[in-house]
């Protein structure tokens, strides 16, 4: 078959610009077979990395047709049929594609910049790698003469975490990488819980401790992208929620931010079906009136809403609350038996595969309540939530609390008394 390839070109003292070159291809070759053939037969200073040929040793990642991907594990036939798929789908909507000859499109990995060609410069991709501790440690232990034995179960509990090969596809692909220079990304947090689930490890709750951020597990946005292009089906995604899982379960864990917004969320939505916006700021951010600095930071906007008329005066629950609540309760009774399938983002995540030609980015329908192994529970249905404050905070809504503590800030300010401190607010 007669293939175009667009492969984007760019040196170090030019503009990028897209090259096409024209091959006569089987279906079955590869996109570094066609690669290899581009250079030695029409340009040889085309620039590209590769090594093994064999999806062993992730050196050729690249964005073929727009997604990350191994040049040497897809090949031209599955491809042109990505192509396809997607421009029947798109026809369908009333555009117009040209299949006279297909094209393929060659392009660098995101996230990482260009230094020539298709070849990118990984140094943070390998900084954020270091900066996870990604070896087993065992200083604080006992080493045993000859070696640490592991059960098969032990053994199994690393295998997908194992399976990766550093291609850097996810990194390529991740949102929060985009928008979080200190993200350290899904390859980092795969390798991360690599070492949590590895029973020779003696660091877990330092490791827990170090994940627990914004750098770490929780500036994750859960596009799926990362488990969606792995061609090693590590799913990153699922290794950062099995990480997250663990520093939940944790009892002494230092509420943090991030852990409260997940907290306050599941909640929420279990008590009345949606968010309440009214006390969700000042639960998170606020930290239930303990932090003063934050809750001084929703103020501005506090004030905006009001004075757009976007603070809701109050909350209805939604529609369906008892069947969402009976859901969460479900998941919870799920976890709390500890079964490979309880995992929620594992079991609702239904990761695409590298070759999936739907393009679709719909998320996947969660498993209904009423699956045999966990008949729905019949819940009755509650009064609108009492929230975990102080007593004093339960029995006003959460305008006049918005309004009440910044008169109360400015009072303090100006009388240096601690009304908090006399309110039992501090
Ligand atoms: Fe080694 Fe592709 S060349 S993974």
């Known amino acids: 078959m007669h293939v175009q390839f667009k492969v984007f070109r760019q040196n170090p003292d030019s503009s990028p610009h897209f090259q096409t070159y024209e091959l006569e291809v089987e279906p079955g070759n590869t996109i570094l077979d066609c690669l290899n053939r581009i250079k030695w037969e029409h340009d040889g200073t085309l620039a590209f990395r590769k090594n093994c040929r064999n999806t ?15 040049a040497c594990k897809e ?35 995101g996230n990482m910049p260009v230094i020539k060609d298709l070849v990118v410069d990984m140094q943070s991709f390998w900084d954020n790698l270091q900066a996870v501790e990604p070896y087993v440690s065992s200083e604080a232990r006992h080493i045993p003469e000859r070696e640490f034995l592991q059960t098969p179960e032990e053994r199994d509990r690393l295998n997908q975490t194992g399976n990766c090969i550093l291609c850097g596809a996810c990194y390529s692909e991740c949102n929060a990488r985009e928008t979080n220079p200190n993200f350290v990304g899904p390859h ?26 914004t750098s770490g597990v929780w500036g994750c946005t859960r596009c799926y992208f990362c488990d969606a292009v792995c061609p090693m089906e590590v799913a990153p995604l699922q ?68 004075a757009t008329g976007k603070f809701p005066g109050r909350f209805e629950a939604s529609e369906g609350t008892a069947e969402v609540r009976s859901l969460i309760r479900s998941v919870h009774a799920l976890e709390s038996k500890g079964t490979e399938s309880v995992d929620v983002h594992s079991t609702f995540a239904k990761p695409m595969t590298p070759t999936d030609t739907s393009g679709s980015t719909e998320m996947p329908v969660p498993p209904a309540a009423s699956s045999p192994s966990v008949p729905p529970q019949e819940v009755p249905p509650e009064p609108e939530p009492a929230f975990g404050w102080t007593p004093y905070a339960e ?32």
């Open 75 to 109: 090949n031209v036939g599955q491809e042109v049929a990505r192509l396809q798929a997607i421009a029947h789908s798109s026809a369908d909507q009333g555009s117009v594609h040209d299949a006279a000859m297909p094209t393929i499109t060659i392009a660098p990995m």
């Open 56 to 70: 062993i040793c992730g050196s050729c990642s690249m964005r073929i047709n727009g997604r990350s991907a191994l």
């Open 239 to 306: 290794q950062i929620s099995n990480i997250k899982q663990e520093i939940l379960a944790q009892d002494q864990v230092e509420p943090t931010r991030a852990i409260r917004h997940r907290r306050t969320m599941v909640n929420m939505v279990e008590q009345g079906g949606w968010i309440d916006e009214r006390q969700f700021g000042l639960r998170v951010v606020g930290n239930s009136f303990r932090d003063l600095k934050g809750l001084a930071s929703l103020v501005p906007l506090g004030l905006r809403m009001l």
């Open 395 to 426: 029995r006003i809504n959460g305008r006049f609390a918005m309004i009440g503590f910044v008169a109360l800030l400015i009072l303090e300010l100006i009388t240096h008394q601690d009304f908090f401190t006399w309110l039992g607010l501090r």
């Open 188 to 213: 980092a947090l795969a390798k991360a819980y690599r070492m949590v689930a590895d029973s020779r490890d003696d660091r877990t709750p330092a490791r827990l401790d170090q994940y627990n951020s």
